[in-house]
């Protein structure tokens, strides 16, 4: 079977396009057979990759949540022959350090298993999310910890239960002040990011919805030892917001953040291009989502249940936050 890429008209009667990178954008990478294409189409997702950082731009995806499937989760990433190696941060990154560092997925494995009853159908699917354009280094922590409650979140007590077809926007948040890896990788310097984002479109009784949230995986970064801080770019960065960019919230921990959708468009460069978009969250700084209960339901992955729970093997964690704004 083949299953599209992302798809703008996914929700009905509206459109959502890919955003527009308006920053960097020398940096995006184009496919190796093209001048100009720099979309890299994967089945229901897709990824834009910034060529100096070797990280994307963002991952975009579809998901259906009336046709979720359950597969066991399992595979390992691998490069895509579409960019040049070179735009990609692959193995060599996280030889050695992969007891600090997951390869943590943008798109979620879970979140394109969907669209047909095929358990291997289901497991090609997923499969396909283990590519490098897809990776982001992740604290362990903070991967699958709280990052991973918010994902399971959206998914299953949001998505899934209500049935939802949404759009799906995950990105690193790639600061010119992000720390520097102690150690060159092949003679190459690696700036690790610390901040993560999320923007889903979705609609309810016929009018479309944004929700955005920020989280950070800075103070564990640092206390890794295996970075140092970009000081003079923190400064200069400290300045920058001062005089242009708006002031955000100091994110001390590894919690998530609501956060408006204006204000990851403005960090970001990057320019969600909807009309007619209610964004429900209105509050000028972002706002720590508070964890409020844990369940335990069906598995869908015995690997996915969670920090700290790896070991429930026929149990999957049920995550609530109780001041997240919606709709």
């Known amino acids: 079977m083949i299953f599209p890429s992302y798809q703008e008209n996914f929700i009905q009667n509206f459109s959502i396009p890919l955003p527009k990178i308006s920053k960097s954008v020398s940096q995006i990478a184009t496919l190796i057979d093209s001048d100009d294409a720099s979309i890299i189409e994967y089945p229901h997702y897709c ?24 597969v066991d989760r399992s595979g390992d990433f691998k490069p895509e022959a579409r960019i040049e190696s070179s735009f ?33 159908e289901l497991k090609k699917l997923g499969d396909i999310t283990f590519r490098f ?40 948040l790639l600061q010119q002040s992000d720390p520097v890896l102690i150690e060159k990788i092949n003679g190459k310097s690696y700036k690790v990011p610390v901040l993560f984002w999320k923007v889903i479109i979705y609609s309810q009784n016929n009018k479309l919805y944004g929700v955005g949230f920020i989280m950070s995986q800075k103070t564990l970064v640092k206390q890794s ?23 955000f919230m100091d994110y001390k921990h590894n919690h998530p953040y609501q956060a ?42 015995f690997d996915d249940a969670g920090h700290g729970e790896t070991g429930i093997q026929n149990a999957r964690s049920k995550y609530v936050f109780k001041n997240m704004k919606l709709s």
């Open 225 to 247: 030892g295996l970075v140092k801080s970009n000081r003079v770019m923190e400064i200069i960065t400290r300045a920058m917001r001062n005089i242009d960019q708006p002031a």
């Open 88 to 120: 990609q941060t692959g193995n060599e990154f996280y030889e050695g350090r992969n007891d600090i560092f997951d390869k943590g997925h943008l798109t979620k494995y879970e979140d394109v298993m969907w669209g047909t009853n095929s358990a291997s």
């Open 133 to 172: 354009p897809n990776c982001v280094p992740q604290h362990q922590t903070f991967n699958r910890g709280m990052w991973s409650s918010l994902e399971k979140y959206i998914l299953d007590q949001e998505t899934d239960k209500l049935n939802l077809r949404i759009c799906l926007f995950t990105g690193p």
């Open 47 to 70: 990824c834009v990759m910034h060529k100096a950082r070797r990280l994307a731009f963002y991952s975009a995806c579809n998901i259906d949540g009336g046709s979720i499937g359950d």
């Open 260 to 301: 408006r959708v204006e204000l990851i468009q403005q960090l970001t460069g990057i320019k969600f291009r909807y009309k007619n978009i209610t964004f429900p969250f209105k509050d000028s700084k972002p706002k720590e989502l508070v964890f409020e209960e844990v369940d335990i339901i069906r598995p869908r992955s």
